[in-house]
């Protein structure tokens, strides 16, 4: 029966949902897992969010994503897991298709009367033209190529949806290895630095240099800022007024990453606001980054901040000193030598620990800096800081560390200038001081 034009948009609309809950899905395991290497093209939709197309590779297996489909499989067993989220392990295996009169035939996978995994693909004078995973007529995940005319090898490698990309070999017509790297979309020749000007700016995975213009991504479809899958990211800029709706953002496993820059007044919609319950920063596993910088008003209405496993972090800077900030930290930093703080950084937060620094010297601090909650459990805590000399607040008369409820300072040999109000730490029901030098003026 002849299906109508309903029917036809009707199959092509379920084909797009099924695709777009594929790509969330896929996207979600990319950010989660700690893939070997990815190869991905980035962009985004207005209608859609988030689309990634390329290779991702995890142990023992491969991941292609496209807009026509997202594969996983395992090349070392030369089979596919599945396509779209469905088991194929019922295709039919060491088959022999006909491809057309001519004679050429698929020897492998077949699934529907059609190439579906791993084969060899012959042309009519029975010599090979390919061996590795087809679907129908497209070469996809990883696959050999060979010259038509003198059935030589000519690529080796990695394929996302008949393009060369990920890793592989490309060889001249006598076996002379051309290339031996990286692909993407085709090309070997990878731009590693961009600047995004626009909303819709396509980036990839193999960049290490990413700036973002000032005022840019600002839509409502950034709500999240995860870069995790940016696996060779050495340096990240971010202008002035930048991704005001985001309220999560995620920079982990980072193995490359060694400088952090963000300017006035991004990742917040209100320069005064306070803590949101689900802002969240999060910066962990980078062991690499020695440098973290923040300007005035930006992460304005975040709450929480987590940094772990950063140990080679030497200084980290929040907001311009005697200006308004609501900035945030925790630190467990082996590295960090320099902590400061700009004025009202983390102004009415409920916990803060400077905890087990070997190498931090000092901590400048702005006005109203680390000014707790007042009447709810509030803790800081400030202790094993062997090399720490100066503890400080830029102005006279400035109001740091007030309202605290317990406070615990321990382990501070070589404290030896301290200029704080002499309130601060005054409204504590609970301190516990040990091994410490403490002056107030």
């Given amino acids: 029966m002849k299906r109508n034009r309903m029917d036809d948009h009707s199959h092509w609309m379920s084909g797009i949902d099924r695709r777009i809950r594929n790509q969330r899905l896929y996207g979600k395991m990319l950010l989660e897992w700690k893939w070997e290497r990815t190869y991905l093209l980035l962009y985004q939709t207005d ?29 070392h067993r030369r089979c596919f897991l599945t396509i779209d989220k469905e088991n194929v392990t019922w295709m039919g295996h060491h088959r022999v298709l006909d491809l057309n009169d001519d004679g050429e035939r698929w020897e492998g996978d077949v699934l529907h009367d059609m190439p579906c995994g791993w084969g060899v693909l012959f042309d009519k004078d029975n010599a090979i033209i390919y061996e590795g995973f087809r679907i129908g007529a497209v070469n996809v995940c990883y696959g050999r190529s060979y010259y038509s005319d003198i059935h030589k090898l000519e690529y080796e490698g990695e394929i996302c949806e008949g393009k060369r990309w990920g890793r592989g070999v490309q060889y001249d017509r006598n076996g002379k290895v051309v290339f031996d790297g990286e692909w993407l979309n085709d090309e070997h020749h990878v731009e590693k630095r961009t600047t995004i000007v626009r909303v819709n700016h396509v980036m990839h995975t193999l960049l290490e240099d990413l700036t973002v213009s000032d005022e840019c991504c600002n839509g409502a479809e950034w709500k999240e800022f995860d870069f995790c899958i940016m696996s060779n990211l050495r340096e990240l800029r971010v202008g002035n007024g930048c991704f005001g709706r985001v309220e999560t953002v995620n920079l982990l496993r980072l193995d490359r990453l060694e400088k952090v820059v963000v300017g006035e007044n991004s990742f917040t919609q209100h320069r005064n606001g306070y803590g949101k319950e689900h802002s969240h920063f999060c910066l962990k596993e980078c062991p ?46 082996p590295k960090l030598r320099t902590l400061v703080f700009g004025q009202s950084a983390f102004i009415f937060c409920s916990r803060a620990v400077f905890e087990n620094l070997p190498e931090l010297v000092s901590i400048q601090l702005g006005e109203d800096a680390f000014r707790f909650k007042k009447d709810t459990p509030t803790e800081l805590v400030m202790r094993n800081l062997p090399k720490l000399t100066t503890l400080c607040s830029m102005r006279v008369n400035v109001i740091s560390f007030l309202f605290p409820n317990r406070v615990v300072l321990e382990n501070m040999p070589s404290l030896t200038m301290v200029n704080l109000r002499s309130n601060a730490f005054s409204y504590a029901k609970s301190q516990t001081v040990s091994s410490i030098w403490i002056g107030v003026d």
């Fill in 47 to 75: 209608e859609w969010g988030w689309f990634y197309e390329g290779i991702a590779e995890y142990p023992d297996i491969l991941v292609e994503m496209s807009k026509e489909r997202v594969i996983v499989a395992d090349v």
């Fill in 288 to 333: 690499m980054l020695r440098e973290l910088r923040v300007g005035r008003y930006s992460f304005s209405d975040y709450s929480v901040c987590e940094i772990e496993s950063v140990n080679r972090l030497e200084v980290i800077e929040m907001g311009d000193l005697f200006m308004d900030n609501h900035n945030f930290d925790h630190a467990n930093l």
